[in-house]
């Protein structure tokens, strides 16, 4: 079936720190790719997507592109903040709308 | 940006009680609806698919006389816990579609946090 598989944390990195999420798919039909972030206590939040290979999404910062050869969609910051800690999820979602999530890697960026 | 509204945000109750979690769409129409269940610290589990006008379809292994959702227009989902016990508690979430085209991302409402003691 449809998996998500994301690099487990939690990572620690200090303020302005290169950041890599590493996150694998299932190659199973055309899906499309996404990045979540989750704050404290809150719901998830659209960080960034990319619909077919070779897109690159970027939002805040971040970047991720949708690699098919290597079904991977790995989430980068070149300088991250104290802000940046999070939860962030890797997700995939195919025919029927259902999205499949990765396990979330807990990121914590010290001053 | 599209706006999911999610409520009440924090529940504590006795047990035997039921829960009902409103999830809203404010700017858009939504025609699929989605409920998650987050233990502490762990990743999102899809329980439920709701559609408007249509019988929800449940994950496997969620029981369906428990957690009862009803989508009645194309910005509002509710679900209710019924007959909440200890084991229940635990973040939800919902969340919201505009279309069944997979390029659209979901929209996540900021959760509820259900406490039964």
């Known amino acids: 079936g449809d998996s998500v598989t994301q690099m487990e944390g939690p990572v620690t990195l200090s303020e302005e720190a290169f950041l890599t999420i590493n996150c694998t798919y299932t190659?199973?039909?055309?899906?499309?790719l996404f990045w979540y972030v989750q704050y404290p206590g809150e719901g998830l939040q659209l960080l960034l997507k990319a619909t077919k290979a070779d897109d690159k999404g970027s939002n805040k910062g971040f970047e991720a592109t949708y690699r098919k050869e290597t079904t991977s969609f790995h989430l980068e910051k070149g300088s991250v903040q104290v802000s940046d800690s999070a939860v962030y999820f890797c997700g995939r979602k195919a025919a029927g709308n259902k999205l499949t999530f990765g396990g979330g890697t807990r990121v914590l960026v010290k001053p | 940006g599209a706006v999911v509204s999610q409520h009440p945000s924090r529940v504590i109750c006795k047990s035997g009680t039921s829960v009902k979690i409103e999830c809203r769409s404010l700017?858009?129409?939504?025609?699929?609806m989605f409920w998650y269940r987050q233990f502490p610290k762990q990743s999102l589990m899809l329980m439920a698919t709701?559609?408007?006008?249509?019988?929800?379809?449940?994950e496997q292994g969620v029981e369906k006389d428990k957690f009862l959702i009803n989508h009645a227009s194309l910005t509002l989902s509710t679900l209710t816990v019924t007959s909440a016990h200890p084991e229940d508690s635990s973040f939800y979430i919902c969340?919201?579609?505009?279309?069944?085209?997979?390029?659209?991302?979901?929209?996540f409402g900021d959760g509820t946090r259900l406490s039964i003691l």
């Open positions: 709701s559609n408007e006008g249509s019988k929800a379809t449940y």
């Open positions: 700017d858009f129409q939504a025609t699929t």
């Open positions: 969340s919201a579609s505009l279309a069944w085209d997979s390029n659209q991302p979901q929209h």
């Open positions: 190659a199973t039909g055309y899906p499309s």
